[in-house]
């Protein structure tokens, strides 16, 4: 029996995205020809991959994790081999810096597609503070880095303009508070910074109630009421919720996410990553305004 090439590469975009408009989307395919897609590797492996309600993934069954670390290897060869062919064959090392917030968005899925598409690319990422990215890429410690700085800054190429939001979890009354508990990323964060500006611009109570530099941690301290923090509006989802500006907190500026690159920055492999990256970004932030509107 022969697993289907096309096939693995779609179970594993669902296996990634937990769903099959959003693989659909990514391969180009019709969510009907996923489903069969899916439908025929459950026939030819007489297991199934998927466990699904009304339509919607909940979760890979235990044949489906155990298929699915095939499936990478396989499709990596695979990629791996028709590179090999290619006269246009990418190739080379990247030092990549990012922000500490892009492991709330799907950075990870990004690049490993990237990765597929590149096999012959080799990368180390290292997650930090805006502020810390953007002057060690100055000085060269990156190929590549991506930050946030404010409006105007002219720091970095811009990939993305971004409304900052105050965000609460369920548990907690921002009102009630005569000051503001703040859940941040460290020193150097340009979120952290915009928000004790606009609270000391208001002359509103505020302290420092949690600091971590991982999204998870931050996530989930304020979910389980810590106090606020403040997120681009694209990283905000359940149990997460915008509170609105007003009384008690006040509006919040946009920022841009840029990246700048270091002495490599004219060479193929460091452009082509950028450009792969700011594409992602843009084409995210389209969709949250969509699914807003």
């Known amino acids: ?19 099959f408009s959003r693989a659909a989307e990514t391969v180009g395919r019709s969510q009907s020809t996923i489903s069969q897609q899916i439908a025929k590797l459950e026939t030819q492996t007489g297991r199934p991959l998927l466990s699904r309600r009304k339509g919607r993934v909940l979760q890979l069954t235990s044949e489906g994790e ?14 791996e081999a028709y590179a090999s062919m290619s006269d246009d064959l990418l190739t080379g090392f990247v030092r990549l810096g990012v922000p500490l917030d892009f492991f709330g ?90 928000a004790i500006r606009s609270l000391k611009e208001q002359k509103r109570p505020w302290h420092v109630s949690f600091v971590s530099p991982s999204f998870e941690c931050l996530k989930t301290a304020t979910v389980e009421g810590m106090g606020v923090t403040v997120l681009a509006r694209a990283l905000v989802a359940p149990p997460l919720k915008i509170i609105r500006h007003g009384k008690h907190l006040p509006q919040l500026p946009a920022v841009e996410l840029a990246y700048s690159s270091g002495r490599r920055g004219n060479s193929r492999v460091v452009s082509e990553l950028a450009n792969y990256l700011a594409d992602r970004l843009a084409m995210a932030g389209s969709q949250q305004v969509a699914a807003i509107a």
């Open 66 to 79: 155990r298929l699915m670390q095939y499936a990478r290897r396989i499709l990596q060869l695979n990629d």
């Open 1 to 19: 029996m022969n697993l289907d090439i096309d096939c693995l590469r779609s179970f594993l975009v669902v296996a990634d995205s937990m769903s």
């Open 105 to 194: 968005r799907d950075f990870t899925v990004w690049l490993a597609r990237f990765k597929a598409r590149h096999p012959m690319v080799g990368l180390e990422v290292e997650a930090n503070q805006s502020e810390n990215l953007q002057k060690r890429s100055a000085r060269g410690d990156f190929d590549l880095a991506f930050f946030k700085q404010e409006s105007g800054a002219t720091l970095g190429t811009v990939a993305q303009r971004e409304q900052l939001v105050w965000v609460g979890g369920p548990k907690l009354a921002a009102e009630d508070l005569d000051s503001t508990p703040l859940v941040l990323f460290p020193e150097g964060c340009t979120y952290r910074s915009c």
